[in-house]
């Protein structure tokens, strides 16, 4: 396997690696209003089967901000070795 020497490149890819993490704050962001929009909806509170689901759903997407952090970490952790390993060979 043909490792690219240029240390350039991995800083490129931190970059692109932020973008990314923002393009992913935003897209939950989003569905953090929807949910709360339908949580709000009359038709839905007034509908106990719906409410539980809508609540069941906040709670599963609840939990993705928690590890987008570690995410984020394990993948620069991966670039600054690959960009050390780089700097070795």
Known sequence: MKLNRNKKGVFEQIGALGIGAVGLAVTLAV????????????????????TYAVAQAQTAVGTLPGWIGLIILVAIAALILLLVRGLRS
């Open 31 to 50: 569905v953090f209003l929807v949910f709360s929009n339908l949580a709000d909806n009359t038709q839905i509170a007034a509908d106990g089967n719906a």
